[in-house]
């Protein structure tokens, strides 16, 4: 890996409070990173400290070698896009993006053939002489976008950049950040509360919690394989079953029992020993619910409940299944080719199966209830 950017070590604290805890973590050229966590985890004073707006209290961080954790802002080889835009208001699109041009006493004609460049990165073009009140949020946050890349840094910071537009704009906004990133090829680090929206545009993530970092891994490995319960549950929505290893098969799988359901089968993660007390992420899509019980298949986990809730979400039903004292989510997408049965319904009697590679084994038990778990992101204050 090409280490890039490096955070090493690096800690911040406000008086007693750890904002972020020995964070180590390298990034790419060229990567979408994101740093992803709910409000108050410390990505944005991570963030700001590769701004150099505020100083880490212990810790080093490096772009390409080179030690910046002492040098002040403008020296930085980075630029911030805040979800504020903070445009000037007196001063047109054009001049707003060439403002950090202009203060580097850079000659008017490679001023304007920049912001030419810029406005057609960002598809401004027609816009250019017009104040920051007469456009839009999405048209404003594309001009904090151009304004920030027009200084060429090496890394553009993110901040929360769209939490101000709504869902729609928001998704479109994404597709064209993606755009622009491949465009001009730098390295951007995200920071976000929202997952969908760090899954859709982020190489990779960092899931943080209380100033600590939890997981560093590709949209996918993050949610296939969540290390903890705190990101099986802020990544999307799972069912966590606890157990106790009953049986051990072979290098591979294992058996446990779990409370309500009885015994089931395990792919080992990592090596299992007799009598271990386990914790498994079962996300929602991976169980298969039927009227009648499923075809005779080796290793999979089948077991008996009856519906308890339905709720209909268009391209996909959520099922809500009681086995025992456990409630186990379930969703089935409205394919046609998966559609060729009577769909479940209500109080029924219902067989749900999976493979044991589609639980996740976790390495803490620190969710409290077995039910489906969601966090919703918090959002800001
Ligand atoms: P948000 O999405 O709400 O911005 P965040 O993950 O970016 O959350 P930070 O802004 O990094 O969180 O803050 C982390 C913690 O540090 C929070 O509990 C915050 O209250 C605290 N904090 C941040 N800046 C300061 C400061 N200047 N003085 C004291 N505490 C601070």
């Known amino acids: 890996m090409s280490e890039f950017l490096v955070f090493d070590g690096v800690t911040k604290r406000f008086g007693d409070f750890v904002a972020v805890r020995d964070a180590s973590f390298a990034i790419e050229k060229g990567e979408i990173f994101a740093l992803l966590g709910p409000s108050g985890c410390g990505k944005t004073t991570l963030l700001r400290m590769l701004a150099g707006f505020i100083e880490p209290d212990e810790g080093r961080i490096l772009i390409e070698g080179e030690d910046i954790t002492r040098l002040p802002p403008e020296r930085r080889p980075v630029n911030t896009v805040f979800q504020s835009y903070a445009l000037f208001p007196h001063l047109t699109i054009r ?157 591979e799988y294992s058996r446990a029992t779990v409370e309500s359901i009885g015994e089931i089968r395990l792919y080992n993660d990592r090596p299992l020993e007799m009598g271990e007390d386990i914790a498994l992420s079962l996300r929602p899509e991976k169980i298969r619910i039927e009227t009648h019980p499923p075809a005779e298949e080796a290793g999979l986990n089948a077991i008996e409940g009856t519906v308890d809730d339905v709720i209909y979400l268009g391209s996909l039903t959520r099922y809500w299944v009681r086995v025992g004292d456990q409630r186990i989510a379930i969703e089935k997408q409205h394919a046609r080719y998966q559609l060729d049965e009577r769909l479940p319904a209500w109080k029924d009697r219902v067989w749900l199966s999976w493979r044991a590679d589609d639980g996740c084994l976790l390495t803490d038990f620190a969710v409290e209830d077995t039910e489906l778990l969601s966090l919703p992101p918090e959002g800001d204050e």
């Open 95 to 251: 001049d707003n993006i060439g403002f950090g041009l202009k203060m580097a006493k850079r000659p008017k004609a490679e001023i304007d053939a920049e912001v030419d460049r810029m406005l057609d990165l960002v598809d401004l073009a027609e816009h250019g002489d017009k104040k920051p009140d007469r456009i839009s949020g999405g048209q404003k946050q594309r001009v904090a976008i151009a304004r920030a890349l027009v200084n060429k840094p090496r890394v553009l910071l993110l901040d929360e950049p769209l939490a101000a537009l709504d869902l729609k704009l928001r998704q479109r906004l994404l597709v064209e950040l993606d755009g622009i990133h491949d465009e001009v090829g730098i390295t951007f680090l995200y920071v976000t509360h929202d997952q969908t929206e760090a899954m859709a545009i982020s190489d990779r993530i960092a899931v943080m919690q209380r100033g600590g970092l939890e997981q560093i891994g590709t949209p996918a490995e993050i949610y296939e394989a969540p290390v903890n319960s705190f990101v099986a549950a802020f990544i999307g929505d799972t069912n966590f079953l606890r157990g106790k290893v009953s049986e051990i098969l072979d290098a």
